[in-house]
């Protein structure tokens, strides 16, 4: 989708100053981008708490002090911005993981599940809009369900060559190990919202020594 403020703008009023943007210019589009910046962390808080539906752009103007129409000059759209949203949640979560192999899944899967659980409105954000997307109506319905079925797909070949490696047990079904692992994932986080006390960090560990690691045997038994 197309930006509504897309720079500084303007034309350049003479030949040396093309390629060079005015000193005024380039402070107008810095102070735009810091203004986008500010509705989409405004729109994380809101759409996090009230879901896509109910989150209101009159809510999310007012957090940045602007009239409903003055952030359609920033974002041409709702669906435009919480396209924006869910990128940049997506891309602080990849940065959190880095890159997948088998030697390292389990440890970068751990490392989102610890992320998630130092940023509540991230995780309020995906838990509420995943279960509103479940309805084919939703803008995000078909969104989720290719991002399910992509992760699902890389998380069983990276599972199975782990297991060709020996590095998990040889006995279970990549494809639903895969599956699970979201699953286990997505429901401890529903959980943590609910009672912040859980602790998804260890919930997880659990999980993975007990369902994915062959159980360790004491050479003294």
Same mark, same amino acid.
């Given at each position: 989708?197309?930006?509504?403020?897309?720079?500084?703008?303007? %034309?350049?009023?003479?030949? +040396?100053?093309?390629?060079?943007?005015?000193?005024?210019?380039?402070?107008?589009?810095?102070?735009?981008?810091?203004?986008?910046?500010?509705? @989409?962390?405004?729109?994380?808080? @809101?759409?996090?708490?009230?879901?896509?539906?109910?989150?209101?752009?009159?809510?999310?103007?007012?957090?940045?002090?602007?009239?409903?129409?003055?952030?359609?000059?920033?974002?041409?759209?709702?669906?435009?911005?919480? %396209?924006?949203?869910?990128?940049?949640?997506?891309?602080?979560?990849?940065?959190?993981?880095?890159?997948?192999?088998?030697?390292?899944?389990?440890?970068?899967?751990?490392? @989102?599940?610890?992320?998630?659980?130092?940023?509540?409105?991230?995780?309020?954000?995906?838990?509420?809009?995943?279960?509103?997307? %479940?309805?084919?109506?939703?803008?995000?319905?078909?969104?989720?369900?290719?991002?399910?079925?992509?992760?699902? +797909?890389?998380?069983?070949?990276?599972? +199975?060559?782990?297991?060709?490696?020996?590095?998990?047990?040889?006995?279970?079904?990549?494809?639903?190990?895969?599956?699970?692992?979201? +699953?286990?994932?997505?429901?401890?986080?529903?959980?943590?919202?609910?009672?912040?006390?859980?602790?998804?960090?260890?919930?997880?560990?659990?999980?993975?020594?007990?369902?994915?690691?062959?159980?360790?045997?004491?050479?003294?038994?």
């Amino acid at each position: 989708m197309g930006r509504a403020d897309t720079g500084a703008g303007g %034309t350049p009023s003479d030949g +040396a100053s093309i390629g060079r943007p005015a000193r005024g210019a380039r402070g107008s589009y810095a102070k735009g981008q810091a203004k986008r910046q500010e509705i @989409v962390d405004a729109a994380l808080v @809101v759409f996090g708490r009230h879901g896509f539906h109910s989150g209101s752009l009159r809510e999310i103007a007012k957090r940045v002090n602007l009239t409903p129409a003055g952030l359609m000059h920033h974002f041409a759209s709702k669906e435009e911005l919480f %396209t924006e949203v869910l990128r940049q949640r997506d891309a602080r979560v990849q940065a959190a993981a880095g890159d997948v192999s088998e030697f390292t899944l389990l440890e970068q899967v751990r490392k @989102v599940v610890a992320y998630n659980q130092t940023t509540r409105g991230l995780t309020s954000l995906y838990t509420v809009i995943s279960a509103e997307a %479940t309805d084919s109506e939703h803008p995000a319905h078909e969104e989720f369900a290719r991002r399910y079925a992509e992760s699902a +797909a890389s998380t069983t070949q990276v599972l +199975a060559d782990a297991q060709r490696d020996g590095l998990i047990r040889a006995d279970i079904d990549t494809a639903h190990a895969a599956r699970l692992i979201s +699953a286990v994932m997505d429901g401890l986080q529903q959980q943590w919202l609910l009672d912040d006390s859980i602790d998804m960090t260890a919930l997880f560990d659990e999980f993975v020594r007990g369902y994915l690691l062959e159980p360790r045997v004491d050479p003294g038994q």
